[in-house]
């Protein structure tokens, strides 16, 4: 069993305060496209909301449970930290709300390259890696919150036993490597919509 995580607790800065989750493309909002995309290869999933009133904020969908952070303020770490608490898979998989372009054709390789691991997360040539477009192991995540308060994802990532995974070998499944194309203002978005129109 999968789950995964679509972290909306953000304070949208660079967006004016709007949030991203209802950015658009087409005739879907962010969340709408996330959703569909991954009710094809989770088994449950939950939108991680920075606290209540943001959660009754949030539209509903069908299947899909809405929690909040355990850390309020902690960033996407609080998020993580929280869905480790509640994913019912032993693995999930985690994403932002400005990542429209998910595919679960390389979610499902992120899940596979994650069993005997504690993570499995894209790394560019550069080093840097993709901690919020990348695959987690429950109860290690558990456990390392329970020891740690920080809240960069970088510390996550170095602290437990990461399988990092060349974005090369991604390219294979998602050629254009839309899947880290994050949205993280209006700019950005009308870019997108000159790709990939409405």
């Given amino acids: 069993m999968n789950s995964a995580l679509i972290l909306v607790g953000g304070r949208a800065s660079r967006a004016d305060g709007f949030p991203k989750h209802q950015f658009r493309c087409g005739d879907k909002t962010f969340l709408e496209i996330q959703v569909k995309e991954l009710a094809s290869c989770a088994d449950d999933i939950h939108i991680v909301c920075r606290n209540a009133t943001q959660k009754e904020d949030i539209p509903h969908f069908k299947n899909v449970s809405y929690i909040q952070d355990i850390r309020e303020g ?15 898979g032993a693995y999930f998989f985690v994403t932002a709300c400005d990542m429209p372009f998910l595919s679960c054709k390389v979610v499902t390789f992120l899940f596979k390259q994650a069993e005997g691991f504690d993570a499995a997360v894209p790394i560019w040539e550069d080093g840097k890696f993709e901690p919020l477009c990348a695959v987690y192991q429950r109860d290690a995540v558990r456990k390392y919150y329970e020891q740690n308060e920080t809240r960069r994802l970088s510390s996550l990532v170095q602290g437990i036993n990461t399988h990092y995974i060349p974005v090369n070998e991604i390219r294979s499944i998602d050629s254009d490597l839309k899947i880290f194309c994050n949205v993280n203002d209006f700019a950005s978005l009308e870019q997108i919509k000159k790709v990939i129109p409405g």
């Fill in 74 to 88: 902690r960033g996407p770490a609080g998020g993580i930290h929280s869905g480790a608490w509640h994913a019912s």
